[in-house]
C-alpha cells in the first residue's frame, strides 16, 4: 500500500505531465483561462487517464506483449508493435464516452471545452500515461494508481495556472506581457516549483 501510496505522489508531483514532462501543454494553456474550464479539463483528464492506463494495460498483458498469446499455442507472436494504435483507439473510445456524458449531463463544461474535448483524443499526456505504463512494466494495480496520479497532478497544475490567470486579469501588467506571453512565464515558474520535488526525492 505504501508503494502504491508513493507511485501516486510520484505520477502527480514528481512526473508531473504538463510541468515535468512538457506533455499536453495545447489543452494546458488554451482552458487555463477560467478557473471552471481549468476545473473541468481537470476532472476529465483524471477520468480519462484513470481509465485508459489499467485499460490498456490488460490489452497490453492479454493482447500485445511478447507472448501474450501462449495459451493458445503461439508463444513466439510478438503484437507490440500495434500498441501505439490500440492505445489511440480505447482513448479515443474513452473520449467519446465522456463526451457524450458531459453533452447530457454538464453541457457548461461540454461547451467551455469547445474544440478541445475531440482533441483528448490525441492529448499527448493521456498516450504518454499509456506508454510510460507499458515502458516501466507495471501490474495492473500500479498502472490504475500511476493514471489517477497523472491525472491528479495534471488537475491541480492547470486548475493552479487557471486561478492565477483569474487573478492576472486585475494585473497593470506590461503590454508585452499580456495573455499568452504572462502565462507562459508563470507556467515556467510553475515548472520550476514542481522540479523542486524531484530534488526532495533525489536527497
Do not use: K
Not at 490488460?58 to 498469446?69: D, E, F, R, V
Request: net charge neutral.
Amino acid at each position: 500500500m505504501n508503494d502504491l501510496a508513493a507511485l501516486f505522489l510520484r505520477a502527480a508531483f514528481v512526473e508531473n505531465m504538463p510541468l515535468t514532462f512538457f506533455l499536453g501543454l495545447c489543452t494546458f494553456i488554451a482552458l487555463s483561462r477560467r478557473p471552471s474550464s481549468a476545473v473541468g479539463l481537470g476532472v476529465a483528464m483524471m477520468a480519462v487517464l484513470g481509465v485508459t492506463v489499467p485499460l490498456n494495460h490488460l490489452i497490453y498483458t492479454a493482447l500485445l506483449a511478447p507472448g501474450a498469446w501462449g495459451w493458445a499455442g503461439m508463444p513466439a507472436l510478438d503484437l507490440s508493435y500495434l500498441s501505439l494504435i490500440a492505445f489511440i483507439g480505447v482513448i479515443a473510445a474513452v473520449v467519446q464516452l465522456l463526451e457524450m456524458v458531459l453533452d447530457r449531463f454538464f453541457p457548461a463544461i461540454y461547451t467551455a471545452f469547445g474544440v478541445f474535448l475531440p482533441l483528448l483524443t490525441v492529448q499527448c499526456a493521456i498516450l504518454g500515461g499509456s506508454l510510460f505504463m507499458v515502458e516501466r512494466h507495471y501490474d495492473l494495480a500500479q498502472s490504475a494508481v500511476f493514471g489517477l496520479g497523472a491525472g491528479a497532478g495534471f488537475a491541480v497544475a492547470v486548475i493552479m495556472l487557471g486561478a492565477i490567470r483569474a487573478r492576472l486579469a486585475y494585473a497593470d501588467l506590461p503590454g508585452g506581457l499580456r495573455g499568452l506571453g504572462i502565462t507562459f512565464v508563470i507556467a515556467g515558474m510553475m515548472s520550476l516549483g514542481f522540479s523542486a520535488f524531484a530534488q526532495m526525492v533525489a536527497s
